[in-house]
């Protein structure tokens, strides 16, 4: 599983689109209150002992907090975003969901 997440990830930050680019400009090297970003970031959890991940836009581990910056795609997919948040925030990790728009 490891190298799918690796090949994965790789993939998603070589096709980040323009909302992203730019976010991640910001926040790069310290650069938004000196907090540690990453981007395009395996969050790994277990369920019915089967090891799964989702991939976040942004993830600072210092704040347990995911970015995610949601194109026009995420219009069609609200129920499985509401899920991934659930299970996300379980994990005690907080979500801010912004739009391409928005950035």
């Not at 997440?5 to 090297?29: H, P, Y």
Request: glycine letters at 0%; hydrophobic letters at 35%.
């Amino acid at each position: 599983m490891t190298e799918i997440i690796k090949t994965t990830s790789r993939n998603l930050r070589k096709k980040q689109t323009n909302a992203e680019n730019i976010f991640w400009q910001l926040v790069r090297n310290r650069k938004f209150e000196n907090k540690k970003f990453y981007r395009q970031h395996p969050i790994k959890f277990e369920i019915d002992n089967v090891e799964r991940f989702f991939i976040a836009d942004f993830y600072c581990h210092e704040c347990k907090l995911v970015l995610e910056i949601d194109g026009k795609i995420h219009d069609q997919q609200k129920d499985y975003d509401e899920l991934r948040t659930i299970i996300i925030e379980k994990l005690s990790i907080k979500v801010i969901r912004f739009t391409n728009y928005e950035v």
